[in-house]
């Protein structure tokens, strides 16, 4: 069985971009020591992603490609050898590149000047969602069993609309268990962190989803973990242009204006990881990933993850 050091893989879910890419947070991926009672750790995580184009009913639409910067802010304290509590904060830097359908709160109906349009080419940056995460492992083992509960709290009244807004200002709540299996024999490790997601509605309109991550990692040495995994999140909502009938060309209501915070953003991305423990206190962890399915959802070329922990 691979040693403590890195043992698991902890899957938070905020809002990396709008479209509900839930990348990081759902999404930062940060190595994870075992944690006993009076322990924590302090991890900072930096993505970069890009966007082009998003995936409707009638396929790819082309407007535009998003850049996307998040540095997540998390700590983890264990109250007990078995209850974990968890907080932390992305900080959001997001550009829409000069693209064909930009989100100007002076073209709806009535005109909104109060509201910042952050599709200007320019970058928007913020911080995003408070999250605050409880789990608890109730089995230990070859298979081990962790339930965990998070909810996501806008840390203020952030601008929603548009391409390059840092979130979608809903609150969220998120009850699921960490799985893992090592089979004995080998350095091999399988796990899956299954949760529901509970999303406060918008015009009446149910978001909530399934979000999935499965992984297979294999422990090269006493420091160096390598991995692969999946990442799947699968939920309701609305649809372009079946939802919308004014597309492309009255897009000036209070659907549109809300669009962002009611379509599914259903997606599954797929990637590899490499994780390595520097020493007692200190370890690394970095992911590429790429979407491979997509539905109304803006589509993900590539996402590169670098977190730094600290153990205490």
Do not use: C
């Not at 930062?28 to 992603?49: D, H, P």
């Amino acid at each position: 069985m691979p040693n403590g050091a890195l043992r698991r893989l902890i899957v938070l879910s905020t809002t990396t971009a709008i479209g509900a890419l839930l990348l990081l947070t759902s999404n930062v991926n940060a190595a994870e020591v075992e944690l006993r009672k009076g322990s924590g750790q302090f991890v900072v995580t930096y993505q970069f992603n890009e966007t082009d184009g998003f995936e409707s009913d009638i396929g790819d639409l082309p407007i535009g490609s998003i850049d996307t910067h998040v540095m997540n802010f998390e700590l983890q304290y264990a109250l007990t050898d078995r209850l974990t509590i968890i907080a932390g904060i992305p900080y959001v830097r997001k550009r829409y590149n000069d693209g064909p359908l930009p989100h100007d709160p002076l073209l709806l109906d009535p005109p909104r000047p109060y509201i910042e349009n952050v599709d200007d080419g320019s970058w928007n940056s913020d911080f995003q969602d408070f999250n605050f995460g409880a789990r608890y492992r109730v089995k230990d083992g070859a298979f081990s069993v962790e339930p965990f509960v998070y909810l996501g709290i806008p840390s203020q009244e952030y601008p929603f609309s548009g391409n390059a807004a840092v979130g979608q200002q809903l609150t969220r709540l998120q009850v699921g268990s960490s799985l893992m299996w090592y089979p004995g024999l080998s350095n091999a490790y399988y796990s899956a962190d299954i949760g529901y997601v509970f999303v406060e509605e918008t015009l009446g309109v149910s978001v909530n989803y399934w979000n999935i991550r499965a992984e297979a990692g294999y422990q090269f040495g006493p420091r160096i973990t390598g991995r692969l995994f999946g990442l799947l999140k699968k939920g309701s909502g609305l649809s372009v242009p079946t939802d919308f009938p004014g597309f492309p060309d009255q897009l000036t209501d209070e659907m549109w204006y809300q669009h962002d915070r009611t379509l599914k953003h259903n997606y599954l991305n797929v990637g590899i990881g490499l994780d390595w423990a520097l020493n007692d206190h200190y370890s690394l962890s970095s992911n590429y990933m790429t979407m491979v399915w997509e539905d109304q959802v803006n589509i993900l070329d590539y996402a590169f993850t670098l977190s730094l922990a600290r153990t205490f």
